[in-house]
């Protein structure tokens, strides 16, 4: 299972395409609030009915964290305690994680992305600490993920479900969808 974790203020494009894709692929994927609420609103003001929260979730039993960019989201996914404990158990472990638009400065922050290939929003380039930056849509570096933002959502979705099903899987989800063909 996958979980894309939401903050208040996340960038509802980001999350959304993401669980979309996941789920167009057939990956059991959450949707989970990182407070006490089962509907966290977006950057933009919409609002979102969660499948659970954080509080309710064995985290370490998920195949991949997933965390979307947007502000003031991803200072309020870095400002909770509890879901940096659990993403720290994951990256120390080698599970795989991704994040996207701003999000990415998350695993900078935290000292993930030395000497690995990485991208973010335009402009966070130097809270990527130690990273290679990349100004792809979406880098895949061993068990990381990033996206630049909103506009490469897309991308970000599909890098995820090659990781889980292959790169010819993504490319027929992604010709199903009208992208790129």
Do not use: W
């Not at 960019?69 to 994680?97: R, V, Y």
């Amino acid at each position: 299972m996958i979980g894309v974790f939401f903050a208040e203020g996340f960038e509802e494009i980001e999350a959304l395409t993401v669980v979309d894709i996941l789920r167009r692929a057939n990956l059991q994927t959450e949707m989970i609030s990182i407070t006490d609420k089962m509907a966290v609103k977006g950057s933009h003001g919409i609002e979102v009915s969660m499948d659970t929260r954080l509080a309710d979730v064995d985290v370490q039993a998920l195949d991949m964290m997933v965390l979307p960019g947007g502000q003031p989201g991803t200072k309020n996914l870095e400002l909770c305690t509890e879901l940096m404990q659990e993403l720290d158990m994951f990256e120390k472990a080698g599970k795989p994680i991704s994040a996207i638009c701003a999000a990415p400065t998350i695993f900078g922050h935290r000292g993930y992305l030395e000497g690995r290939d990485a991208c973010c929003y335009p402009g966070l380039e130097e809270q990527l600490r130690g990273a290679k930056v990349s100004y792809e849509p979406a880098v895949v570096d061993e068990h990381i993920t990033t996206g630049r933002g909103m506009g490469c959502a897309i991308d970000f979705a599909l890098a995820i479900v090659e990781r889980f099903q292959g790169k010819e899987a993504a490319e027929k989800l992604g010709k199903a969808v009208v992208y790129r063909v």
